[in-house]
């Protein structure tokens, strides 16, 4: 009965009721103190760059969950870490159960390792409190115990060590035991009807085998109790795992905020005629927040409310000060149409959107504030520590930054940074979009290095110009005649889109026609009707920018400073 696979399985099950126990209680105090999510938060954060390249490129995901835990979508090879880390914890889990069978108190210890180590994650995490140790504590105690029991069931022990065997009972009870051994509060052996040696408590505990003949040598583990342990467990498992991310999801509703109206003059023009109306295939002008890409570290959505939150001005600043929700909302805002570029996206990726953003300028925050003359990197800090720095020559050469509250008419969803969030125009949002901003420190560069710097990506980012195809889409065949080509393209930090062209297979590049313009820093859609034969062929896209330049056909890689290149397209015609 009490099979090597049983032994691994109850460690399995046990763990699996402590994961549950830590999740539901860290979505009552404090989603990010979940030790999943943690040991998921540790793990990306310590996986070298060129792994989540190369993961990015073969599990590109939208999002995804697992059991009760929903992950955010991202680019970022989250599902093949998370992956990894549930099947890594899975094995140690089943190998702990397996350890149980020589010692109950080795496997315990090491599922209280692999609590420990879920501990340190959560430790480590930039904004941990202590009382982020509760849903760790507890997810040990719930793990232990749950193996404990399944444990002790399985050998028709009882659950109290120091309590008598219900075969010491019905024995003393006059009864016929159906089994005669039995372990007494000081672990003698009581009574044994064969002549082999007497074997020590764990002996016995070691070799629990039922099989004919054998029967009644051993304390009887109980089929049906273990199969009502493994149950109950298992429901406990999966109740508190669903629990937890129903508490989740309502905590994570959006708030109910009456936005302000952009300041006279300030808001942002009717947009152009979306060519994607017409040209279906092309991506529409302006992207609606629930198809808006998503980049960051977080494995979860991060809940933040706007009651309590502050945004807190400091470091080298004559004027430290710091901003409550309403303060903010109560400050002069604009609106703008600004395009949001990943320094992760590959040529031709999704990693990029248009979006119109209300929020206070930056440049009000600066003249209060009047940063020292050294000061060459605004660091902006996340509601939980993470930080994004940005070089303070580039926020102030013109170009306007904003403290934004509202996307496309909307207060920020939760994915995309609410209550308040950075957008610099042109500059990618690894070093200025800050999500969930909590603070803005004005420092240097050599007094502060930001999470990115850590990892050595690049400081100065602007973005490069790119044009993107969206239809036709690789690999697909389309029918003969005119075939249309369109998509999208930018140049935010090089005076916007002047021009598209297109080239097809070796042929010459020629100038596709470009929708209205919005304005420098937004995309802009393009498209080309071209005559192809039956086939396959190939397209190609470039972006003529502001400057007159055109983009360059030198490919790199995203690492560390974006990515370059020409977008070309293989589709067949028939
Ligand atoms: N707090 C926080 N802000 C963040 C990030 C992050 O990981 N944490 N990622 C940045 C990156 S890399 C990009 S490209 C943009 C993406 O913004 P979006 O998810 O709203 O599209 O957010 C930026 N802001
Ligand atoms: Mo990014």
């Excluded at 498209?527 to 790199?556: K, L, N, P, S």
Aim: negative net charge; glycine residues 10%; aromatic residues 8%.
């Amino acid at each position: 009965m009490v099979s090597r696979r049983l032994y691994a399985l109850f460690g399995l099950l046990a763990t699996l009721v402590g994961m549950a126990v830590g999740h539901f209680t860290a979505s009552l105090l404090n989603a990010d103190s979940s030790p999943v999510l943690a040991v998921g938060s540790g793990v990306i954060d310590r996986t070298p760059v060129s792994m989540k390249e190369w993961a990015i490129k073969q599990f590109d995901t939208d999002g995804f969950s697992v059991g009760p835990f929903d992950f955010a979508a991202g680019n970022y090879d989250k599902v093949v870490l998370i992956g990894s880390v549930f099947v890594g914890v899975g094995v140690l889990a089943l190998v702990a159960g397996l350890i149980t069978r020589i010692r109950f108190a080795y496997g315990a210890t090491m599922l209280v390792v692999l609590v420990l180590v879920a501990a340190g994650a959560v430790v480590d995490r930039p904004a941990f409190e202590a009382l982020d140790l509760v849903p760790v504590v507890l997810t040990a105690i719930a793990g232990v115990a749950s193996l404990w029991w399944l444990h002790r069931t399985a050998h028709g022990l009882p659950l109290d060590p120091r309590a008598r065997s219900t075969v010491e009972i019905a024995k003393a009870e006059g009864a016929t035991a159906p089994a005669v051994s039995a372990t007494s509060a000081a672990g003698k052996r009581r009574a044994t009807l064969t002549d082999r040696p007497v074997p020590s408590e764990d002996d016995a505990e070691d070799e629990i085998v039922i099989s004919p003949g054998a029967v009644t040598t051993e304390p009887r583990p109980s089929r049906r109790g273990v199969l009502i342990a493994g149950a109950v467990l298992a429901a406990a498992a999966a109740v508190l795992g669903s629990a937890g991310k129903l508490i989740n999801n309502l905590r994570a509703r959006a708030e109910d905020i009456t936005l302000p109206q952009p300041a006279v003059g300030e808001a942002a023009p009717v947009l152009p005629t979306d060519l994607h109306a017409t040209y279906s295939g092309i991506t529409p002008l302006q992207v609606s927040n629930a198809d808006f890409y998503r980049v960051d570290t977080r494995l979860d959505t991060p809940v933040v409310s706007s009651d309590g939150w502050t945004l807190k001005i400091d470091g080298d600043v004559e004027n430290p000060f710091e901003l409550t929700f309403d303060e903010l909302l109560a400050m002069p805002m604009v609106e703008r149409d600004i395009t949001l570029t990943c320094v992760s996206n590959s040529v031709g990726g999704k990693y990029v959107g248009g979006a119109r953003w209300l929020g206070v300028p930056l440049q009000a925050i600066l003249d209060r504030a009047k940063p020292g003359s050294g000061v060459d990197q605004m660091v902006a800090t996340d509601f939980d520590g993470m930080t994004i720095g940005t070089p303070y020559d580039l926020l102030t050469d013109g170009r306007e930054a904003i403290v934004a509250v509202g996307m496309n008419g909307q207060e920020l969803p939760r994915e995309h940074g609410f209550p308040a969030r950075i957008i610099v125009p042109g500059l990618y949002g690894f070093i200025s979009a800050t999500k969930w901003v909590t603070k803005l420190t004005f420092t240097t560069y050599a007094e502060t290095e930001v999470y990115w710097t850590e990892r050595k990506w690049a400081t100065r980012a602007p973005i490069k110009p790119s044009a993107r195809i969206d239809t036709p889409k690789a690999l697909t065949t389309v029918k003969p005649g005119k075939v249309l080509v369109g998509g999208v393209a930018w140049a935010q930090d090089n005076g916007g889109v002047t021009k598209v062209q297109v080239k097809v297979d070796g042929g010459e590049w020629t100038d596709a026609t470009t929708g209205d313009d919005v304005n420098n820093v937004y995309w802009r859609q393009w498209y080309a009707e071209v005559d192809i034969d039956a086939g396959q062929h190939t397209v190609a896209a470039r972006v003529v920018d502001g400057d007159g330049m055109t983009q360059t056909d030198v490919r790199a890689e995203p690492f560390p400073g974006g990515s370059s290149g020409i977008h070309s397209v293989l589709f067949s015609v028939g």
